[in-house]
């Protein structure tokens, strides 16, 4: 069964640092696009970054909100890909997701949708 | 940005119910918008891509149509799976997504 697997959350005080896992199985990670993103609580779904595979030079994007404070990275060896959160702040205390990208073909347009996700890793900071 | 909103808010319904939730575009995204299905402790499951084609192994109760800046998630007969909170996701603006605000289906 394809899956992914968030690791890594846990209780952090506001200014340090946390790194999140997110593992694949049962397809080769390395053909695709990764997202993070997470859910605060009582809010709806945010989207944080995304990585590109590889084969399309494995550059990110980031959401406003993080730019700067969290680095998307990925380790294709391990189909693992990482967000590493820096400078943490309160209002970051989330449920945290990735996600697979995947296309689709249609009328000649490319149309993404995120057709896998894990379960989440909850992440609180407080002092 | 692309601003993306849900009606209603929230929503009660029974069993069986016929349902549709709104989704509008701050500008027009053709036909770049999914849908998705939140659970709390569940993985969010993709519902509907390309605004109205069904995700595989999805039940054919869920439909979605629409283009440019309006769009709709019907579900024809509820189920007690149903019952969680949807949102519309834009993906004109690959990869920088927005979402809707969601709209949490409860049992009446």
């Known amino acids: 069964e394809v899956q992914l697997v968030e690791s890594g959350g846990g209780l952090v005080q506001p200014g340090r640092s946390l790194r999140l896992s997110c593992t694949g199985s049962a397809f080769t990670s390395g053909d695709f696009g990764m997202s993070w993103l997470r859910q605060a609580p009582g809010k709806g779904l945010e989207w944080l970054g995304y990585i590109r595979s590889k084969a399309y030079g494995g550059t990110t994007e980031y959401a406003a909100s993080v730019k700067g404070r969290f680095t998307i990275s990925r380790d294709d060896s391990k189909s693992i890909a990482y967000l590493q959160m820096d400078s943490l702040k309160t209002e970051d205390t989330a449920v945290y997701y990735c996600?697979?990208?995947?296309?689709?073909?249609?009328?000649?347009?490319?149309?993404?949708?995120?057709?896998?996700w894990g379960r989440g890793a909850t992440v609180t900071v407080s002092s | 940005d692309i601003q993306m909103t849900q009606s209603p808010s929230s929503l009660s319904a029974s069993v069986g119910d016929r349902i549709t939730i709104t989704c509008r575009a701050s500008q027009s995204i053709s036909r770049f918008l999914n849908w998705y299905q939140v659970k709390p402790g569940n993985a969010p499951k993709l519902l509907i891509y390309a605004a109205s084609n069904l995700q595989s192994g999805v039940p054919s109760r869920f439909s979605g149509s629409g283009s440019g800046t309006d769009f709709t998630l019907t579900i024809s007969s509820l189920q007690p799976e149903d019952f969680a909170t949807y949102y519309c996701q834009q993906s004109y603006n690959t990869p920088l997504y927005t979402f809707g605000q969601g709209t949490k289906l409860e049992i009446k």
């Open positions: 996600s697979r990208d995947k296309w689709t073909i249609l009328t000649g347009f490319y149309f993404y949708y995120m057709d896998v």
